[in-house]
């Protein structure tokens, strides 16, 4: 009996799809791979014997040129990088596949340093040739490039230095990086008489059965403890490379070069960060007080901010149902949108399955315009599951519209690089709750979606201040452990509000989260989308005709356009206050509902 138990568990998980990266190399061992490689250095010899020392001197016909072969060259980098990164994702216990990702960033590194000084002498080119160059129709294409490499210009060093940091990052950010995917990775919890990785004791911290959620909590806590030290390591190592990274380059904030990369104002973040945590008490505290109630209770453990309500319907969704419900609601909004989706699940696009070893969470990468996105998720049947395939679905959509845009163009600036994945929630959202008739369910769902906003605008905001706390401590000395957790704690105690009592484990929940070691400030964006897209929503349903034409039209400029550009189509202002206040009041609203059903 056990036996068929166990066999029937294997089958379905199993079922699950796994990604196909044949369209990029056969294996790691494919002599493909070698051959781009060696062509890389080639082409990057060449283009900077041809160049270096001589762009100032380029006509706008001629520097076209120039940039198209660059272009070139470093998408033919990503390819191999992007492969690379994939093959590890999938399981970073592999130790083939640890290596040939070590190996491969060592010699794209390396390569980079050949034509790292195209963009230097590009930003040395006087004001009134660079301003002919943008004017050209020659150069249109590529304006917006252009201009956004012109903003790193007062932040660039001399070459030489230039170059060292290039090759340099191996052996600092890097390896500290894969330093902390490799400890995560290996991290064994004992729960239930089962040895169960991070992503798998994950599940019971939403499980319904109190006990579990509590044990799970615990021990996530005490796993975390114990490696403690290296995290704290690891953080300290990283903020003080960055602190380092942005004396030299002349950044006021630890902030600012998050900020330039995603070509938005610093006063942009300010009124969004300044918005949410003014709606702190209007959104999270609120809604805490009503579960909290819900739970009979005066306030809820922090291992029950994510429990299941109460009233929840235990209801398990099969892949197939996922699939189903998310390309429904895609079709309903948009044709070409879901042609598009289908493409992902009919060509292995996607890799669902959980197993050990590989990345937790979930993620889209774009790798380059002559592949396609390959979407990492890791299902487990829950609606947040859903929810989670159709925000990644939604990336991989942007970014599949966007490829044609080429290389350089492709990439969509964070500001907007969460508006298409969170919009794809929404249409989730509003799909499953429009045709449900049974008030209590369609209560579940209402709560479910508040939560997640709560999870995707509050968290992240919260997220942000504690990256700003440290990294703002970390410039004067090391921070120990405790006082880590204690910036942890503050922050996370003015988001959640005096509805959610925090225990003393909870304050080494900092430690596993991978933005603040891979992408340090990037957390915001996702505030950002979801705001964003709770005013675009509102347009949509005031004014659905012409809609999806302009909605299209944003998603597939990528980052050609300047997203203040983009954003004017929509009559949208983010420098202002008031613009926020009505992506947030979208979310008071839902609590609203809740309150009145």
């Known amino acids: ?68 072969q660059l272009e070139k060259i470093d998408e033919k980098k990503a390819k191999i990088l992007s492969y690379a990164y994939l093959l590890y994702a999938a399981n970073i216990e592999d130790k083939k596949n640890k290596i040939f990702l070590q190996k491969i960033q060592e010699k794209i590194t390396t390569l980079n340093s050949l034509i790292i000084f195209f963009n230097l002498e590009l930003n040395l080119i006087p004001i009134n040739k660079i301003n002919k160059h943008l004017n050209s129709k020659i150069l249109k294409k590529y304006k917006n490039w252009i201009k956004i490499s012109l903003s790193y210009k007062s932040h660039q060093l001399e070459k030489n230095l230039e170059r060292l940091i290039q090759e340099k990052k191996i052996t600092s950010s890097f390896a500290w990086s894969r330093l902390f995917d490799e400890t995560i990775a290996n991290l064994r919890f004992n729960f239930e008489k089962k040895e169960l990785s991070f992503t798998e004791i994950s599940k019971y911290l939403t499980d319904k059965n109190h006990i579990k959620r509590k044990n799970a909590s615990l021990v996530i806590g005490e796993v975390l403890k114990k490696n403690i030290n290296i995290f704290t390591t690891i953080s300290n190592v990283l903020a003080k490379d960055k602190d380092i990274d942005d004396k030299w380059r002349n950044f006021k904030e630890p902030i600012s070069s998050r900020n330039l990369s995603n070509v938005v104002e610093d006063r942009v973040i300010d009124a969004l960060t300044f918005s949410v945590k003014k709606y702190y008490p209007k959104i999270s505290h609120r809604y805490y007080s009503l579960k909290a109630r819900w739970f009979n209770k005066k306030q809820i453990i922090y291992w029950d901010r994510n429990a299941p309500l109460p009233f929840q319907q235990n209801k398990k969704y099969s892949w197939n149902d996922a699939k189903s419900i998310v390309l429904k609601a895609y079709k309903s909004f948009s044709p070409e949108m879901h042609a598009i989706a289908e493409k992902f699940f009919e060509k292995k696009w996607i890799d669902a399955q ?79 709750l429009n045709n449900e ?17 709560i999870n995707t605008v509050v968290r992240q905001i919260a997220f942000l201040e504690f990256e700003k706390k440290l990294h703002n401590k970390r410039k004067t000395s090391e921070l120990s452990t405790e006082e880590i957790c204690n910036l942890w704690i503050d922050v996370q105690s003015d988001s959640l509000g005096p509805y959610v009592k925090i225990k003393d484990n909870y304050k080494y929940y900092w430690s596993y989260i991978p933005h603040f070691i891979h992408s340090p400030f990037y957390v915001y964006a996702y505030a950002f989308g979801d705001c964003m897209v709770n005013s675009l929503y509102s347009v949509y349903e005031k004014s659905p005709k012409g809609f999806e034409k302009k909605y299209l039209q944003l998603l597939k400029s990528g980052g050609s356009r300047n997203y203040r550009e983009l954003l004017d189509t929509f009559n949208f202002n983010p420098t202002k206050i008031k613009f926020w206040s009505n992506g947030l009041d979208v979310i008071s609203k839902f609590i609203d509902e809740l309150e009145n059903i």
């Not at 197993?355 to 969470?361: D, E, F, H, L």
């Not at 990492?376 to 599949?400: F, K, P, W």
């Open 1 to 68: 009996m056990k036996l068929k138990k166990k066999i029937k568990k294997s089958s379905n998980y199993n079922k699950l799809p796994i990604w196909d990266l044949k369209d990029f190399y056969i294996d790691i061992n494919d002599n493909q791979i070698f051959k781009d490689i060696n062509d890389i250095k080639n082409k990057s010899k060449n283009f900077q014997k041809k160049y270096e020392g001589n762009v100032k001197n380029l006509s706008s016909k001629k520097l076209l040129t120039a940039i198209v």
């Open 354 to 432: 959980i197993r050990k070893g590989k990345q937790g969470g979930a993620f889209s990468a774009s790798t380059i315009p002559s592949i396609h996105p390959y979407i990492l998720i890791n299902y487990q049947g829950t609606l947040r599951d859903v929810s989670t395939l159709a925000h990644e679905l939604g990336h991989g959509i942007h970014q599949y519209l966007a490829s044609f845009q080429g290389y350089y163009n492709a990439s969509t600036p964070l500001t907007l690089a969460e508006t298409a994945s969170v919009f794809g929630e929404m249409l989730t959202f509003k799909y499953l």
């Open 437 to 453: 008739e049974n008030k209590l369910r369609k209560k579940i769902l209402l709560a479910n979606k508040v939560e997640d906003m």
